[in-house]
């Protein structure tokens, strides 16, 4: 089970880190996708790094702001968020394949978590 957290209320222009904490599992060898929805949205892909680490890929809403790092030793994925703009208000998920990061955002992916909730004001 992946959990999200790091979620919250901030102002544009801030900054956020979310969590993806792996539960009963290890994310070690997988890769870890990050995904967001808003209200009345599609989901919309965010980013997805690769079980090594070695590469990533970001959604186009997001290059050059967000950030995908992963800390194997204590199961966690994190996505650091900068220059936050008020589009970017959404519910944050993340989830985690044996497919390759670029695979992400095609992958059909069910059974969502909770998510952690990012706000926005401008």
């Known amino acids: 089970q992946l959990v999200e957290s790091g979620g919250g209320l901030v102002q544009a222009g801030d900054s956020l880190r979310l969590s993806c904490a792996a539960s009963g599992r290890t994310v070690g060898g997988y890769s870890v996708g990050w995904f967001r929805q808003a209200p009345g949205k599609e989901r919309e892909f965010v980013g997805a790094?690769?079980?090594?680490?070695?590469?990533?890929v970001y959604g186009d809403s997001v290059k050059g702001r967000f950030t995908i790092s992963r800390e194997d030793a204590k199961n966690t994925v994190y996505l650091q968020m900068n220059s936050l703009k008020p589009e970017d208000t959404a519910v944050y998920y993340c989830?985690?394949?044996?497919?390759?990061?670029?695979?992400?955002?095609?992958?059909?992916?069910?059974?969502w978590g909770q998510g952690t909730q990012v706000t926005v004001s401008s």
């Open positions: 989830k985690a394949s044996f497919r390759s990061a670029r695979e992400f955002p095609k992958t059909d992916f069910q059974s």
């Open positions: 790094i690769s079980g090594s680490g070695g590469s990533t």
